[in-house]
């Protein structure tokens, strides 16, 4: 029903900046929140930002703490796109990225993109 396209990411050097976008097609008028996940080999995939989407007054974001003030999710609800631009890079940013969306029914994300590799090398 939701379908999620990600891109953006490589190998880049510590310190340096990516930015990943997730094309997003389907029922788009469904979804109320769109987030950015990250799983690091050998770990759990975990939770890395979040954007509400339909949302026209407000928009409300959430960060997990070791990417606040680096990271920063927007949305733009006409090219139908949810970015993730990501600053000042560390090693420990290295996982693949997946973007995913929850919809108000869902008590979880319940659609998830592909995935994309970020590489940041020390």
């Known amino acids: 029903q939701v379908q999620l396209v990600e891109s953006g990411g490589g190998l880049v050097q510590a310190g340096d900046s990516l930015r990943l976008s997730c094309a997003v097609s389907g029922r788009t008028f469904s979804i109320f929140k769109m987030g950015w996940f990250r799983q690091a080999p050998g770990k759990e995939r975990a939770f890395v930002a979040s954007i509400t989407w339909n949302t026209i007054n407000t928009i409300s974001t959430s960060y997990t703490d070791s990417v606040k003030g680096r990271f920063t999710i927007s949305r733009d609800n006409v090219q139908n796109t949810v970015s993730l631009q990501m600053n000042s890079l560390k090693p420990e940013d290295t996982a693949v990225y997946y973007c995913?969306?929850?919809?108000?029914?869902?008590?979880?994300?319940?659609?998830w993109g592909q995935g994309t590799q970020v590489t940041v090398s020390s």
């Open positions: 995913a969306a929850r919809r108000a029914t869902d008590y979880e994300y319940a659609f």
